[in-house]
Nanobody, 125 residues
């Protein structure tokens, strides 16, 4: 079992940047990792995912070109660099771990087995 802790959220003005971190208690290299977000009154949605070993990544259309996911297995940490933030990016951001042994990434909420507690990102002037 792995425990995940997100950090790096906060209040930022439109056009600003934030870098979220997801630190794992166990060996992160066993898992694909996804970032998801949930805004008030909306369903949780996938933002970006990264495979455990083959470098595959996925981005939601709404964040392509603005967000970058990366991982440092030696530090058991996955990052989400967010730039050109928009008010519609406001949400609680969660990281999650997928135990799927196959290469590549999966992007569905139900594909992920372990979840962090979330970190709030607010984009507002």
């Amino acid at each position: 079992q792995v425990q995940l802790v997100e950090s790096g959220g906060g209040l930022v003005q439109p056009g600003g940047s934030l870098k979220l971190s997801c630190e794992a208690s166990g060996f992160l290299n066993y898992y694909a990792i996804g970032w998801f977000r949930q805004a008030p009154g909306k369903e949780r949605e996938g933002v970006s995912c990264i495979s455990k070993s083959d470098g595959s990544t996925w981005y939601a259309d709404s964040v392509k070109g603005r967000f970058t996911i990366s991982r440092n297995n030696a530090q058991n940490t996955v990052y989400l660099q967010m730039t050109s933030l928009k008010p519609e990016d406001t949400a609680v951001y969660y990281c999650a771990a997928d135990m799927n042994p196959l290469p590549g990434v999966r992007v569905g909420v139900l594909d992920y087995n372990y979840w962090g507690q979330g970190t709030q990102v607010t984009v507002s002037s």
